[in-house]
């Protein structure tokens, strides 16, 4: 287990490191706050898992905020019947501040019956759009589950849904600018 955190963690370097780079050399246009995520040292992977530890319970989304020249992850995790939003800086992993409410839409129990934790999905969407995890988030729509995970990879927008059972790519889109989506199978 040991090993295969210090797996993730290094192949998120690598990816991070080589996505940068990539996106600079295609002459990618990055927004501030893109650039801000491609920049910072800890990713969605590291700010759930600290908010997680925090907290206890299950994550159910991330998002990567970037005001006034400070950048953090924002992590909302589920504990018993509370939300939990939880604010981790993206440069030094300090937990930045906590609040709970009731979880007043009740999905506790369902997102705790989850076979792949939040974490899992967007290792999962990291590693099939070779990108940095910008935001993602636990879904239920019909019954079915899934994970919403939007990521950046050599400065294009990927959409990817991650299945909440198992943890497979259900779709992987670029997400372009004019509202279309087009179907990306990558690797």
């Known amino acids: 287990m040991l090993k295969s955190r210090k797996f993730t963690a290094l192949t998120a370097a690598v990816v991070l490191a080589t996505t940068t780079v990539a996106a600079l050399a295609a002459g990618g246009t990055l927004s501030a706050k893109d650039s801000a995520l491609q920049q910072s040292r800890f990713n969605a992977v590291q700010a759930v898992d600290i908010a997680v530890q925090k907290v206890g319970g299950a994550a159910e989304s991330v998002d990567f905020k970037h005001k006034n020249g400070s ?3 924002e992590v909302d995790v589920i504990a018993g019947n509370q939300k939990h939003e939880v604010k981790i800086d993206a440069a030094s992993g300090q ?3 906590s609040k709970a409410e009731n979880d ?6 369902q997102l705790q019956q989850a076979g792949v934790s939040l974490r899992q999905a967007v290792s999962a969407a990291v590693a099939k759009t070779g990108g940095v995890a910008k935001e993602a988030e636990w879904e239920n729509e019909n019954g079915q ?3 919403k995970v939007e990521t950046i990879a050599n400065g294009q927008e990927y959409d990817v849904k991650i299945d ?16 279309h989506e087009r179907s990306q199978t990558k690797g």
Not at 164 to 179: E, F, K, L, P, T
Request: proline residues 0%; aromatic residues 12%.
């Open 95 to 97: 937990v930045l501040g």
């Open 164 to 179: 909440a059972q198992n943890g497979s790519v259900m779709s992987a889109q670029i997400d372009r600018d004019d509202g």
């Open 104 to 109: 007043g839409d009740g999905d506790s129990a």
């Open 71 to 73: 950048s953090y992850f």
């Open 145 to 147: 589950s899934y994970y």
